[in-house]
C-alpha cells in the first residue's frame, strides 16, 4: 500500500518562507517523478513543480524564482523550499509521485 505525508505547511506573513516535505513508502521512490500541486478555495488543483528521478526540475511560471523543488532519494522525501511568499500562493499543497498517488494535502496560508 502506497502511503503519501506532506508537512511543513503553517501560517507565514508575507515576503516569508516555508519548507514543505513529502514522504512516500509503498513505492520505490527513486523511479518517480514527484509532483507538487495546489489547490486554492474555489479553483482547480495546479501542478506547481516537478522533479525528475534524475532530478531534472520544472516549474509553474508563477512560482518560478521563489519555490525550489528537491528530493533525497535515501530518505524517500521531497522538498518545496518555498520563498518570497505572496498572499496568492495561500492553497492546499498536494505531493503526487508518478502524478498517481496523492496526499492529504498540507495548507500553506500567506497573509499579515
Known amino acids: 500500500q502506497v502511503h503519501v505525508v506532506e508537512s511543513g505547511g503553517g501560517l507565514v506573513q508575507p515576503g516569508g518562507s516555508l519548507r514543505l516535505s513529502c514522504a512516500a513508502s509503498g513505492i520505490i521512490f527513486s523511479f518517480y517523478s514527484i509532483h507538487w500541486y495546489r489547490q486554492a478555495p474555489g479553483k482547480e488543483r495546479d501542478l506547481v513543480a516537478s522533479?525528475?528521478?534524475?532530478?531534472?526540475?520544472t516549474y509553474a511560471d508563477s512560482v518560478k524564482g521563489r519555490l525550489t523543488i528537491s528530493r533525497d532519494n535515501a530518505k524517500n522525501t521531497v522538498f518545496l523550499q518555498m520563498n518570497s511568499l505572496k498572499p496568492e500562493d495561500t492553497a492546499v499543497y498536494y505531493c503526487?509521485?508518478?502524478?498517481?498517488?496523492w496526499g492529504q494535502g498540507t495548507q500553506v496560508t500567506v497573509s499579515s
Open positions: 522533479i525528475t528521478s534524475g532530478g531534472r526540475t
Open positions: 503526487c509521485p508518478g502524478g498517481r498517488y
